[in-house]
């Protein structure tokens, strides 16, 4: 069975700082995983996804994710929090091309 | 032009009506999908088409009943609505079963009150 935790419901962090979701998937096989945000009253949009090309994936908006398989986690990042980044935060996986399972969210509030 | 569109955007309605909730993507996608966003924004798939045929059908209430015309449309009909089906429908869309990592492509989003 697959599935994605995300740890932190809530995560707040000032303008111009580090900002840091996590991601812990399990799987028995290599996964497929992305990230999605949804800012408020919209839709999910992709922001990045991993497709074993590379362990280091560079998504929209400064964003990147690190795939580490030892630790079963695909963290996001973003050098500096722009007011603009404060939405909900989702990370899935899938391993079939029509399944795919979403952790529960991260909202990122940006402190000015 | 939008990727996935779904219509009405809001739904307000009393317990007990027959609403439907229509979804159309431009994409070419063979593959489409309904979830279900709750007040704490936790996503939950309801069902997935490939090509007009079903092929995920989570454990849902059977008051709810997707129909796809074609494999450009998912339709949501749900019979009798109640207070706790309250929530944001979400379609998206996937290339399709050919390809594992391909995202969703998801729509605005339709947001249904019952009263």
């Known amino acids: 069975a697959q599935s994605v935790t995300q740890l932190g419901s809530h995560v707040s962090v000032s303008e111009g700082a580090l900002v840091l979701l996590r991601c812990n998937y399990s799987?028995?096989?290599?996964?497929?995983l992305f990230w999605y945000v949804q800012y408020p009253n919209q839709g999910l949009q992709l922001l990045l996804k991993y497709t074993s090309a590379a362990t280091l994936v560079k998504g929209i908006n400064g964003f990147e994710a690190e795939f580490k398989k030892s630790e079963t986690s695909f963290h996001l990042t973003k050098p500096s929090a722009h007011m603009s980044d404060a939405a909900e935060y989702f990370c899935a996986v899938s391993k079939t091309g029509n399944q795919f399972y979403f952790g529960t969210g991260t909202s990122l509030t940006v402190i000015p | 032009d939008t990727a996935v569109s779904q219509t009405p955007k809001y739904l307000v309605t009393q317990m007990g009506n027959d609403k439907s909730i229509k979804c159309e993507q431009n994409l070419g996608h063979d593959t489409m999908y309904w979830y279900k966003q709750d007040s704490k924004k936790f996503l939950k798939i309801m069902f997935s088409y490939n090509n007009k045929e079903l092929i995920i059908n989570e454990t849902v209430p059977n008051r709810f009943s997707p129909k796809s015309p074609d494999k450009a449309h998912l339709n949501l009909h749900i019979n009798s609505l109640e207070l706790g089906d309250s929530a944001v429908y979400f379609c998206a869309s996937s290339l399709g079963l050919s390809s594992s990592y391909n995202e969703q492509f998801f729509g605005p989003g339709t947001r249904l009150t019952v009263l």
């Open positions: 799987s028995s096989v290599p996964p497929y």
